[in-house]
């Protein structure tokens, strides 16, 4: 199928499956039985598609994790399911280090690919999966799903519409606490399965990414520091934990934009606070993610609270308002519209925004930089 156009690939391989067992679509193959691979299969069922095939490290963990993905089937070999004619895109939900030779091989089988974040360890892996899936004609995207967000779209719109002025300042913080503690553990922590970078590339990434999805605006240079609090965790034998629990970043933007983050695991209340603020000439803009049917939007004049509402959003924010004022929309509903706009990339449309292989890309050559910058104790050139 090389060289082939994602509409040729789509109609191709619909032609050579499409039956009264397989009825055509969104037909998902899942590998990753756990919460992630959970979230995934709901949202491809909210899209209209259908998971019909799931694996696991094991085959009791896939057979544990099908009802609940309502998996039409369970398969004991990923290469099986990657192959299977009946599976148009497989969804990478494993941990990090196994995202690069899954998705080679689904993409060398002409699949269309959903791949978690980080979209792997090291960012020539991620080039590679990127050159992959563009040479074979197929759609690859990433889940920042946090850009489905309406009040995020909103944000972004302001920005571009010119409202808040030329932006001169931009300043967060993603903070969480499920690894606090001296007994949390998770396979995150070890670089082996998660990666040389943890706090940064597991959250991190996604503050970067929303930060230049709003503003437009590349991060050129940085200067970061990371730190380990919790140098062992659970009962781990192995030695000192090696990944960061935290990461203090200042960077600077291709513009000329100062700025500064905060990523932290080990911030105990904060459950999973991502937090954005910019700041123009005019006005300023601040969108917390637990709080996300509002957006903070203020003036030296004055300032004011906009909620999402579809009868008051910009068309581009609220075509992500699936349901009326009042009724909150979250994590799960972003998800959802995420991989509503992967199967319509799928198609051949060309959805506003959908993250892809090359935006993954993009978060694995920061978290580099990060890891360069702080080793180095200088400020790194983050590659364009």
């Not at 699949?111 to 040479?135: I, Q, S, T, W, Y």
Request: glycine share 10%; aromatic share 6%; proline share 5%.
């Amino acid at each position: 199928m090389l060289g082939m156009s994602v509409t040729d690939v789509t109609a191709a391989r619909a032609a050579r499956t499409t039956g009264p067992e397989t009825p055509p679509g969104y037909r998902a193959g899942i590998v990753g039985g756990g919460f992630m691979g959970r979230v995934h299969a709901r949202a491809v069922r909210v899209s209209g598609g259908e998971v019909v095939a799931v694996a696991a490290g094991s085959e009791r963990s896939a057979r544990d994790a099908a009802p609940a993905m309502h998996a039409r089937r369970v398969v004991a070999d990923v290469q099986e399911l990657i192959e299977a004619d009946d599976v148009d895109v497989v969804h990478v939900c494993t941990p990090n280090h196994l995202h690069h030779q899954i998705t080679l091989a689904a993409v060398a089988a002409g699949k269309h690919v959903v791949c978690e974040k980080p979209l792997a360890v090291r960012a020539g892996d991620a080039a590679a999966m990127a050159e992959a899936a563009a040479h074979a004609g197929v759609i690859g995207t990433v889940p920042f799903v946090y850009r489905f967000h309406p009040m995020i779209r909103e944000a972004r719109q302001k920005v571009r519409n010119g409202e808040i002025g030329t932006v001169h300042l931009m300043h967060g913080s993603y903070l969480q606490d499920w690894l606090s503690s001296p007994s949390d553990d998770n396979w995150r922590v070890d670089p082996a399965s998660g990666g040389a970078s943890r706090a940064f590339a597991d959250i991190g990434s996604h503050w970067c990414d929303l930060l230049e999805f709003v503003t437009g605006d590349p991060i050129g240079a940085l200067s970061a520091r990371t730190s380990t609090v919790n140098t062992r965790r659970g009962e781990r034998t192995d030695g000192v934990v090696a990944t960061e629990d935290l990461v203090t970043l200042q960077f600077e933007t291709l513009a000329g934009v100062l700025g500064t983050a905060t990523i932290s695991q080990v911030s105990p209340g904060r459950k999973n606070r991502l937090f954005l603020e910019v700041s123009g000439a005019e006005a300023s803009l601040a969108f917390d993610q637990e709080e996300p049917e509002k957006l903070w939007q203020g003036a030296r004049g004055g300032s004011q609270l906009l909620v999402r509402d579809p009868e008051t959003l910009s068309s581009q924010s609220a075509r992500y308002a699936r349901i009326p004022a009042g009724h909150a929309q979250g994590y799960q509903d972003c998800f959802d519209h995420f991989v509503a706009d992967t199967a319509a990339a799928i198609t051949g449309a060309a959805p506003e925004g959908l993250p892809i292989f090359a935006d993954g890309l993009r978060g694995a050559q920061i978290a580099e930089a990060v890891l360069a910058s702080a080793d180095s104790r200088t400020w790194v050139e983050v590659p364009q």
